[in-house]
C-alpha cells in the first residue's frame, strides 16, 4: 500500500537554529498538508498545499515557517528560527481529492 | 468556532469486550469525519471516513456512525483485542477542508 515518507524520525536542534523536515507524499496525491501535535495536546493543523502554493494556513503558521515542493516528489517544511515551543510531532499528510488523507509516521523535532 | 470533544479521555476494559468511543462536535456544517488511531510516538492511522451524508461506516470489527444535527459520532469496536490498545482520535473536516482534531481517547485492552 502507498506509504507517505518522513525524513528524519527525530531531530535535535539547538533554539535559533533553521531546521527542515522532509516528506515524501503518494505519488499521484495532489493535495499537501502539515500537522503538528504537542506532547499531551491536540493535533494542530499548519498548512496546506496545493498546485505549488499554499491554499490554507492556520495562525501557527507564521513568518517562522515556510513550505516548499522543491522536486517533483519532495514537500518539506522548514521552520527558520526554532523555540523551544515548536517542540512537536510533526506529521505530514497527503491527499489524491482532499477529502481522505494518507500521514506520514511523524517527525519528532526536540528543540533544545 | 470549531470544537471536537471525545468521551471518555481513557478506558481500559478486558479482552474481548464490545465497547463505543464517544466525540462530539459544535459545528454541523462538516465534510466529513475521520476516525485515526495513533500508536505511542508512532503516525497516524486512518480508521473510518464517514462523508457528511452517510450515517455510518464499517471496517471490520469497527463500526462508526454519525448523526450531523445533534454533532456527535460513535466508533463501536467489537470483540476487543489486546492489539486494539492504542489512541483513538476522532477529526472533522471543516468547510476550509481543514482537519479540527479531538483530544483522543486512550484505550487499553486487557488480557
Known amino acids: 500500500e502507498p506509504e507517505v515518507t518522513q525524513t528524519p524520525s527525530h531531530q535535535v536542534t539547538q533554539m535559533g537554529q533553521e531546521v527542515i523536515l522532509r516528506c515524501v507524499p503518494i505519488s499521484n496525491h495532489l493535495y499537501f498538508y502539515w500537522y503538528r501535535q504537542i506532547l499531551g495536546q491536540k493535533v494542530e493543523f499548519l498548512v496546506s498545499?496545493?498546485?505549488?502554493?499554499?491554499?490554507?494556513k492556520s495562525e501557527i503558521f507564521d513568518d517562522q515557517f515556510s513550505v516548499e515542493r522543491p522536486d517533483g516528489s519532495n514537500f518539506t517544511l522548514k521552520i527558520r528560527s526554532t523555540k523551544l515551543e515548536d517542540s512537536a510531532m510533526y506529521f505530514c499528510?497527503?491527499?489524491?481529492?482532499?477529502?481522505?488523507?494518507?500521514f506520514g509516521s511523524g517527525t519528532r523535532l526536540t528543540v533544545v | 468556532k470549531q470544537e471536537v470533544t471525545q468521551i471518555p479521555a481513557a478506558l481500559s476494559v478486558p479482552e474481548g469486550e464490545n465497547l463505543v468511543l464517544n466525540c462530539s462536535f459544535t459545528d454541523s456544517a462538516i465534510y466529513n469525519l475521520q476516525w485515526f488511531r495513533q500508536d505511542p510516538g508512532k503516525g497516524l492511522t486512518s480508521l473510518l471516513l464517514?462523508?457528511?451524508s452517510q450515517r455510518e461506516q464499517t471496517s471490520g470489527r469497527l463500526n462508526a456512525s454519525l448523526d450531523k444535527s445533534s454533532g456527535r459520532s460513535t466508533l463501536y469496536i467489537a470483540a476487543s483485542q489486546p492489539g486494539d490498545s492504542a489512541t483513538y482520535l476522532c477529526?472533522?473536516?471543516?468547510?476550509?477542508?481543514?482537519?479540527?482534531w479531538g483530544a483522543g481517547t486512550k484505550l487499553i485492552i486487557k488480557p
Open positions: 498545499f496545493y498546485n505549488n502554493e499554499i491554499s490554507e
Open positions: 499528510a497527503s491527499s489524491e481529492n482532499s477529502i481522505g488523507y494518507t
Open positions: 477529526a472533522v473536516m471543516d468547510s476550509n477542508y481543514q482537519l479540527i
Open positions: 464517514i462523508q457528511s
